[in-house]
C-alpha cells in the first residue's frame, strides 16, 4: 500500500525557533493536507495544498506541494508553547478511492519556554 | 452549527463482546469516513461511506469489522467478537459533496479491550 515517510519523529525546541517538517513518498499525491491532533482529541487541518509547487501560509505556518508532487514540508516560524502537539501529513487523490487520505506517521512537537 | 459527533468517547470491551461506535457527522455532509488510529501512529483509513451506500472499504478487515450509514440517524461502526488488537482510538471524518478534502473529523472513540 501507499506509505508516507514523515520526519523528523519528534523535535525538542525553544520557544521562538522556527520548526520545519517534512514528507515524501513514492506515490503521487493530487492534494497534500497537514494536520495538527492534540492529545484525546481528533486531527484538525492546518494548511491544504491542491497544486504542485504551491506555496501556502496561515498565519505562522507555511506549506509547500512538492514540484513531483511526491513530498511536501512544513514550516512553523517563531514557536510558541500551543504549538505543542504532533504534526501529521496525508496525501489524497493517489490511487483507489480519491477521498482516501493516506497519512504520515506523525512529528511530536515539544516547546521549551 | 456542531462539528463532527462521535460517541461513546471511551469504550471498554471485554474479549468476545461487540462495539458499537457512532458518528454524526456535520450537517449538511453526506460523506462519511472511519480511520483506525493505534498508539503513535497515523490514522488508517477504513471506510468510506455514503448514505445507504458503502463507497470503499478497502481498509475494513474482512471479517468482524462492518459498517453502515443509514438514511436516518448515525453512522454506526461495528465490531463483533473484539479481540486486543481492536484497542484504539477510532476516528469519523464527514465531508460535503463536491470538496473531497475539506474534512471535518470527530474527537474520536478510544476502544480498549479487556
Known amino acids: 500500500g501507499q506509505q508516507l515517510n514523515q520526519s523528523p519523529q519528534s523535535m525538542f525546541i525553544q520557544e521562538g525557533e522556527d520548526v520545519s517538517m517534512n514528507c515524501t513518498s513514492s506515490?503521487?499525491?493530487?492534494?497534500w493536507l497537514w494536520y495538527k491532533q492534540d492529545p484525546g482529541e481528533g486531527p484538525v487541518l492546518l494548511i491544504a495544498l491542491y497544486k504542485a509547487g504551491e506555496l501556502t501560509s496561515n498565519g505562522r505556518l507555511t506549506a509547500q506541494f512538492g514540484i513531483t508532487r511526491k513530498d511536501s514540508f512544513l514550516n512553523i516560524s517563531a514557536s510558541i508553547p500551543s504549538d505543542v502537539g504532533i504534526y501529521f501529513c496525508?496525501?489524497?487523490?493517489?490511487?483507489?478511492?480519491?477521498?482516501?487520505?493516506?497519512f504520515g506517521s506523525g512529528t511530536q512537537l515539544t516547546v521549551l519556554p | 452549527n456542531a462539528g463532527v459527533m462521535q460517541n461513546p468517547r471511551h469504550l471498554v470491551r471485554r474479549r468476545g463482546q461487540e462495539a458499537r461506535l457512532r458518528c454524526s457527522p456535520v450537517k449538511g455532509h453526506s460523506h462519511v469516513y472511519w480511520y483506525r488510529q493505534l498508539p503513535e501512529e497515523g490514522l488508517k483509513f477504513m471506510v468510506y461511506l455514503q448514505k445507504e451506500n458503502i463507497i470503499d472499504e478497502s481498509g475494513m478487515p474482512k471479517e468482524r469489522f462492518s459498517a453502515e450509514f443509514p438514511k436516518e440517524g448515525p453512522s454506526i461502526l461495528r465490531i463483533q467478537q473484539v479481540v486486543r488488537g481492536d484497542s484504539a482510538a477510532y476516528f469519523c471524518?464527514?465531508?460535503?459533496?463536491?470538496?473531497?478534502?475539506?474534512?471535518?473529523f470527530g474527537s474520536g472513540t478510544r476502544l480498549t479491550v479487556v
Open positions: 471524518a464527514s465531508s460535503p459533496p463536491g470538496q473531497g478534502a475539506d474534512y471535518t
Open positions: 506515490s503521487i499525491f493530487n492534494t
Open positions: 496525508a496525501g489524497q487523490g493517489s490511487s483507489g478511492s480519491a477521498r482516501q487520505l493516506t
